[in-house]
């Protein structure tokens, strides 16, 4: 589907997808009310939707995913806590810090596998206050990233996620999904969203990534948990009026962008297979479970981002000798050609 004038590919993340025809149609039909006095009913069935499809008993519709990251990590965590999750962990790499400086809390970083913990690293980051004399910061929060985004857009399996949050519970810590792309991760798993979270106490969900919407996630956990957290986005600012147009775009999303989602990994898939009998690149394998495809490049990576954009196609440069390519809503086997032939032929 390529439904927005451009004559460039652009591959930078699932993040940049524009909302269709459809999407705006169904916006400006939105029923709209001044969510902050509790009436908009298009946000209400959105956070009651959500909720259900999750397992949980209730649902908060915010900006962003790093708000609602923020919201939960600031509900779950008081200040001198500490937060346990991977080296890679978008919570502690892009969110601004605001673990620190919103939160006050400090972070124990796990050396995970292609940004995957274990049960067994998360049991040995937790650290207690009670019992250490006062010395240790007080682990509260174990929070998990599904897909993990800088991973490759990997997937947990559901025996260690289970085995994570049993641990985090085992030593009294909160549980936290950072789910920007969970429908990716359960389409590629096969683990159905409840039974994906059913041991975690929040989890946070992106409409504006692979589903497409313009704005939005929402937190789910228990009705207690939420109503925390609502004051939370109250005190950050995030309180907002007639956001039913917004929320109406990721109803949209759910019904029309979810199942859609196998095709951008396969064509992840497809990509990486044939980038990897390119001289001077490769792809891990092992990484390419979703619609991200990581690839290593023998020249520096912002050289062939360089010259790709050169060619009219847009990737990031996500570290010195990687590139990386997202495949979204947007990008047609048309597209995936235009990059694969500059690939082949410009370096
Ligand atoms: C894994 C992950 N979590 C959270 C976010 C934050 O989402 P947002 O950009 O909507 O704040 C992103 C953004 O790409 C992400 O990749």
Request: net charge negative.
């Given at each position: 589907?390529?439904?927005?004038?451009?004559?460039?590919?652009?591959l930078r993340?699932?993040?940049?997808t524009q909302?269709?025809?459809?999407m705006?149609?169904?916006?400006?039909?939105?029923?709209v009310?001044d969510?902050?006095l509790g009436d908009?009913p298009?946000v209400?069935s959105?956070?009651?939707?959500?909720a259900e499809m999750?397992?949980?008993e209730s649902?908060?519709?915010?900006?962003?995913?790093t708000m609602?990251?923020a919201i939960?990590?600031?509900t779950?965590?008081?200040p001198?806590?500490?937060i346990?999750?991977?080296r890679?962990?978008?919570?502690?790499?892009?969110e601004?810090?605001?673990?620190a400086?919103l939160?006050g809390?400090?972070?124990a970083l796990?050396?995970?596998?292609?940004g995957?913990m274990?049960?067994d690293?998360?049991?040995s980051?937790?650290?207690k206050a009670?019992g250490s004399g006062?010395?240790y910061p007080?682990?509260?929060?174990?929070?998990?990233e599904?897909?993990?985004?800088l991973g490759?857009?990997t997937c947990?399996?559901?025996?260690?996620?289970d085995?994570i949050?049993a641990?985090a519970k085992?030593r009294?810590?909160?549980t936290?999904?950072?789910?920007?792309r969970?429908?990716?991760?359960?389409?590629a798993?096969g683990?159905?969203?409840?039974e994906m979270?059913q041991?975690?106490?929040?989890v946070?969900?992106c409409?504006?990534?692979?589903?497409g919407?313009p704005?939005?996630?929402?937190?789910?956990?228990?009705a207690?948990?939420?109503?925390?957290?609502?004051?939370?986005?109250?005190?950050?600012?995030?309180?907002w009026?007639q956001a039913g147009?917004l929320?109406?775009?990721a109803?949209h999303a759910?019904?029309?962008?979810v199942?859609r989602?196998e095709?951008?990994?396969l064509?992840?898939?497809?990509l990486?297979?044939?980038?990897?009998?390119l001289?001077g690149?490769?792809?891990?394998?092992?990484?390419?479970?979703t619609n991200?495809v990581?690839?290593?490049?023998e020249?520096p990576?912002?050289e062939?981002a360089?010259?790709?954009?050169?060619h009219?196609v847009?990737?990031?440069d996500i570290?010195?000798?990687?590139i990386?390519v997202?495949?979204?809503?947007?990008i047609?086997?048309?597209?995936?050609e235009r990059?694969?032939?500059?690939?082949?032929?410009?370096?």
């Amino acid at each position: 589907m390529r439904e927005y004038p451009s004559d460039r590919v652009d591959l930078r993340s699932d993040t940049v997808t524009q909302p269709t025809a459809a999407m705006r149609q169904a916006m400006m039909e939105a029923k709209v009310g001044d969510d902050v006095l509790g009436d908009d009913p298009t946000v209400q069935s959105l956070e009651q939707r959500v909720a259900e499809m999750f397992g949980k008993e209730s649902g908060l519709f915010v900006a962003s995913g790093t708000m609602s990251n923020a919201i939960a990590l600031r509900t779950h965590t008081v200040p001198g806590d500490e937060i346990v999750c991977d080296r890679t962990a978008h919570i502690y790499r892009y969110e601004g810090g605001g673990f620190a400086a919103l939160c006050g809390a400090s972070i124990a970083l796990v050396e995970g596998d292609k940004g995957l913990m274990t049960a067994d690293q998360v049991a040995s980051a937790i650290r207690k206050a009670d019992g250490s004399g006062s010395h240790y910061p007080n682990g509260s929060l174990v929070c998990v990233e599904n897909t993990a985004n800088l991973g490759g857009g990997t997937c947990y399996d559901q025996s260690t996620l289970d085995a994570i949050a049993a641990v985090a519970k085992e030593r009294g810590c909160g549980t936290h999904i950072d789910g920007a792309r969970i429908f990716n991760a359960s389409i590629a798993t096969g683990v159905a969203l409840p039974e994906m979270c059913q041991a975690y106490d929040s989890v946070s969900i992106c409409f504006s990534k692979g589903l497409g919407a313009p704005v939005g996630s929402v937190l789910v956990g228990s009705a207690e948990f939420i109503a925390k957290a609502h004051r939370w986005r109250k005190m950050f600012g995030g309180g907002w009026r007639q956001a039913g147009l917004l929320a109406a775009a990721a109803h949209h999303a759910l019904d029309h962008h979810v199942d859609r989602l196998e095709e951008d990994h396969l064509r992840a898939n497809k990509l990486a297979v044939r980038l990897n009998t390119l001289e001077g690149f490769t792809v891990d394998m092992s990484t390419v479970q979703t619609n991200m495809v990581y690839v290593t490049c023998e020249r520096p990576a912002a050289e062939v981002a360089a010259v790709l954009a050169e060619h009219g196609v847009d990737v990031f440069d996500i570290s010195p000798t990687q590139i990386r390519v997202v495949i979204h809503l947007h990008i047609t086997d048309e597209d995936v050609e235009r990059f694969f032939s500059v690939m082949q032929t410009a370096f």
